[in-house]
């Protein structure tokens, strides 16, 4: 029985994390965030990094939001929560199953032509770079809540940045934009704030985010330490996939945003920490209570 409730509870993750990897592409592409099939000569390549971006953030969010999922039907086949052994299982899961975004972004890169790089096996590499990454943040979601809660909440941001964004350029006769990861752009943002979002966007979501979940996670008595890693995980993913991605090479769109990636890490983990310390020491739990959640 264990056995068998261990295979339902790694397949549904395995899938959840193809589904999800493929849905996000689809979203990406319909809506001309995602565009691997241009033509960029050396003046416009700092587009394909912008590009690479969103294609590694997409794969490991596919795999960290797999284990948020398998691990709300564990219940069903497991009562006891999943160890460290479990959670890395569930993780190589995801991982596994992020892989589908690898031949869906290889293929329409064949139509690519940018100078200087090969798009297939760059988007390739890339991508599966995002799923091997996806294990240890799926790793994260399957074994602590407060992982499960700030992926869950900076996926949900990123995306709203990214449509927020996008929307200007959807009306009839605008050109496409060219939306980049974690900034706040488009027409519908004021001249006077856009020209700062490129570095703020990422480092004030995640401060924010860290803020908020950092609160409740201390109001429900979780240790110090939980609370303190609470605004971690989520704009990891960010650092993570600028890294993949690269700088670019020059300061017109990739280097400002870049940088900001660089911070996000830093800026969620402080918001976490001032939650701490603001709102103090919890009341004692009652007795036979238990404390924080695996």
Not at 90 to 110: E, I, K, S
Not at 118 to 133: E, K, M, S, T
Not at 146 to 159: D, G, I, K, Q, S
Request: with cysteine; net charge positive; charged share 10%.
């Amino acid at each position: 029985m264990a056995f068998r409730s261990w295979v339902k509870l790694l397949a549904t993750t395995f899938t959840a994390a193809a589904v999800v990897g493929a849905g996000q592409l689809g979203i990406a592409y319909g809506l001309g965030i995602v565009r691997l099939d241009q033509d960029l000569d050396i003046t416009l390549r700092d587009q394909w990094t912008s590009q690479l971006a969103w294609v590694a953030w997409i794969t490991m969010t596919a795999a960290a939001v797999a284990a948020i999922i398998g691990t709300g039907f564990r219940p069903r086949w497991r009562p006891q929560p999943v160890g460290p052994g479990g959670a890395l299982a569930m993780g190589l899961a995801a991982g596994a199953g992020a892989l589908a975004v690898l031949p869906l972004t290889m293929q329409p890169a064949r139509s690519a032509q940018v100078d200087g790089v090969q798009p297939v096996l760059v988007i390739g590499i890339c991508a599966a770079l995002g799923a091997a990454a996806g294990i240890f943040a799926a790793w994260a979601a399957a074994a602590k809540a407060v992982a499960r809660w700030n992926l869950a909440a900076l996926t949900v941001l990123v995306w709203t940045v990214g449509l927020v964004s996008v929307a200007p350029s959807l009306l009839p006769g605008r050109t496409p934009a060219a939306v980049r990861l974690g900034v706040l752009d488009g027409s519908l943002i004021p001249p006077a704030i856009a020209e700062h979002t490129p570095f703020l966007t990422m480092p004030t979501l995640s401060l924010l985010a860290g803020l908020v979940l950092g609160w409740v996670a201390r109001g429900r008595q979780m240790s110090l330490f939980a609370v303190a890693l609470t605004g971690l995980a989520g704009p990891a993913l960010l650092t993570v996939a600028y890294l993949i991605a690269g700088p670019g090479s020059s300061t017109a769109i990739d280097l400002t945003p870049y940088w900001a990636a660089m911070t996000a890490s830093g800026a969620g983990v402080l918001g976490s920490v001032l939650a701490a310390i603001v709102r103090g020491t919890p009341e004692p739990a009652p007795d036979g209570a238990v404390a924080g959640d695996p």
